[in-house]
Nanobody
Framework: QVQLVESGGGLAQAGDSLRLSCAAS????????MAWFRQTPGKEREFVAGISWGGATTTYADSVKGRFTISRDNAKNTVHLQMNNLKPEDTAVYYCARRHTERAVRFRTAQYEYDYWGQGTQVTVSS
């Protein structure tokens, strides 16, 4: 049973940077695409960024493109989300998730495509 644990969230001011980390245990994530999602109260969880299982390709939501960077270290079983130039609208609980299809090629942004989720880490950005 894979467990994902996010860290690195916290309070930030607009324009600041934060780096989120997701550490996996109990199983590997190295052969699986990974993604970050975020959720605010009363809203659907939304896709933020995804990375291929090998790390060569990434995809981003339009709202974070150019500001956020997803990366992974398969040797350490970790995934990261570097968030620069934060905005108040980035305030949310951020979740990492493992795609359920090993070595999947195409990116998917729907939640049901992911089978393991972390507990989330809160990011709050003030103006």
């Amino acid at each position: 049973q894979v467990q994902l644990v996010e860290s690195g969230g916290g309070l930030a001011q607009a324009g600041d940077s934060l780096r989120l980390s997701c550490a996996a245990s109990g199983g590997t994530i190295s052969n699986y695409p990974m993604a970050w999602f975020r959720q605010t109260p009363g809203k659907e969880r939304e896709f933020v960024a995804g990375i291929s299982w090998g790390g060569a390709t990434t995809t981003y939501a339009d709202s974070v493109k150019g500001r956020f960077t997803i990366s992974r270290d398969n040797a350490k079983n970790t995934v990261h989300l570097q968030m620069n130039n934060l905005k108040p609208e980035d305030t949310a609980v951020y979740y990492c998730a493992r795609r359920h299809t090993e070595r999947a090629v195409r990116f998917r942004t729907a939640q049901y495509e992911y089978d393991y989720w972390g507990q989330g880490t809160q990011v709050t950005v003030s103006s």
